[in-house]
């Protein structure tokens, strides 16, 4: 203790770096407990209000309606189209606004041109140009794909002007100093750098993809969970169906979410 | 004179401000000879970083050129390294794999047998696979100063590299840069505002005025080498301190630290 004070060289701070708490981790546990509570509450408001199913069912008849759909196999080309879309729309959103991003932001001039063009597009509710794209591309897949695309291009362009330029100067002067090709700059600097920041616009951009292909579908479509919610609510108000399509969503979105958790965790290892 | 390693000849240099043009530096000629350690001190805002940065080939000078080896210099020289402020390691990289940069970027690949021996020379041992955040300021300096010298620069520029360590591990960075030093012998242009640690480590000092910079003095430190060896702040250090610092008081300008 005194021979630490009289000699306070500071490089004896930092401890041997393989020694990390370890941590009983209970947080896993929130979800499930958290989706019962909400099951019971579901079923007491049924209950006690006394509810007609068409406006709420009760969980059992919506579980009911669910393994139907599964056992029939009726679910999975909702899920499968649905999937897709989002996927497809997702990859290339992403690749338009990554290869722009890292353009604009090697280039400010270009930039501060484009900014208003960009601003007014992202003023424009994607959402609300669906029917058109619709009109144009037809109902079938490429509608949706475009839909969704557009409204995860904005949040990835911009997290990843913001993650290029994130870069310290001096990173960039080591890199000069040390002759790296454009090449080695990208690889070795900008990517490992900008991927931080750039996974937050993934784990915005996936889920609004999500949002892009169920909204296509809502114009106009015959399969797709946004198409079977349609059909729910056409004709026979299924409001159980409507139950089942809506939770698969979000199951769909919290599984193509945690994936890019995993892919994150994957790859920027290096912040905590 | 025009013989050395680096030949300054009336270098100017000025930026541009929103508020009009900025001069940091005017009419410099100096010379660095080869294998001379040279300490380049002044206030801020003498522009001794900008004059670091024209030798490192990352800024252009205004006026005036700079020779390299008889040739003026475009870009940046192929053997010379960089050792900045900021340790400026790269935080997805471990200590090793940051040391072995410079190796890899060239394509000499990640040679461990120069880099395990090195991490022991600037006193890491055992903190090869650490990660840059998992060390203190003083130990990630050692990482920038090992990676500086992995390459075996013929010139090494040194930006006040020790400024923002506390001043006992400045002078132990000291004695282990020159102990570093004795071995290859580099040619150093080392800049600092601390005159003790400038005098400590150097054979020449150049001291320059404030904004804008013009040489204010040369001078020679006849102590004998090999220095990490003898007392920082002995009598024969003193006098040599003393020496600029009144040069700065007579200036009436803000003195440097010291």
Known sequence: ?272 | MRDGLIVADHLSHQFQKRDGRVSALRDISLTVASGEFLAIVGPSGSGKSTLLRLFAGLLQPSEGCILYHGAPLTGTPPDISVVFQKPALLPWRTVADNIALPLQLSGEGSAQQRIAPLIEAVGLHGFGAAMPHELSGGMQQRVSLARALVSQPRLLLMDEPFAALDMMLRGEMNRLLLGLWEETRPTVVFVTHDLHEAVFLADRVIALSPRPGRVLRELAIELPRPRHTIERYGHDVQPYVEQLGALYERLGSREPAS
């Open chain 1, 1 to 272: 203790m005194f021979q630490e004070q009289l000699h306070p060289r500071s490089h004896v701070r930092a401890t041997a770096p393989t020694q990390r708490k370890r941590r009983v981790r209970t947080d896993w546990l929130t979800l499930p407990i958290g989706a019962l509570a909400l099951l019971m509450l579901w079923q007491l408001v049924v209950m006690v209000g006394d509810i007609p199913a068409f406006i709420l069912p009760a969980p059992r008849k919506v579980a009911q309606s669910f393994a139907e759909m599964i056992s029939t196999g009726r679910l999975w080309p909702h899920v499968g189209v649905t999937l897709f879309e989002t996927l497809a729309g997702f990859a290339i959103g992403f690749a338009v606004a990554t290869v722009v991003g890292y353009a604009l932001a090697k280039r400010p001039h270009a930039e501060r041109a484009v900014a208003p063009w960009l601003v007014a597009m992202q003023a424009v509710p994607i959402v609300a140009l669906a029917p058109l794209l619709v009109s144009w591309l037809g109902v079938g897949l490429a509608s949706k794909i475009a839909v969704s695309a557009l409204i995860v291009f904005f949040p990835i362009l911009i997290n990843t002007i913001i993650g290029v330029r994130s870069v310290d100067q001096e990173w960039h002067e080591l890199l000069s100093v040390l002759h790296a090709t454009r090449w080695q700059r990208f690889r070795h600097l900008e990517l490992p750098a900008a991927l931080p920041v750039l996974f937050g616009g993934i784990k915005l951009g996936i889920t609004l993809a999500v949002v892009g292909a169920v909204v296509g579908e809502f114009i106009g479509a015959r399969t797709g969970l946004g198409a079977l919610i349609n059909i729910a609510r056409g004709g026979f108000y299924d409001t159980a169906l409507l139950f089942v399509a809506l939770i698969t969503l979000a199951l769909m979105a919290l599984a193509l979410y945690s994936a890019v958790v995993l892919l994150e965790r994957l790859l920027v290892r290096w912040r905590r």
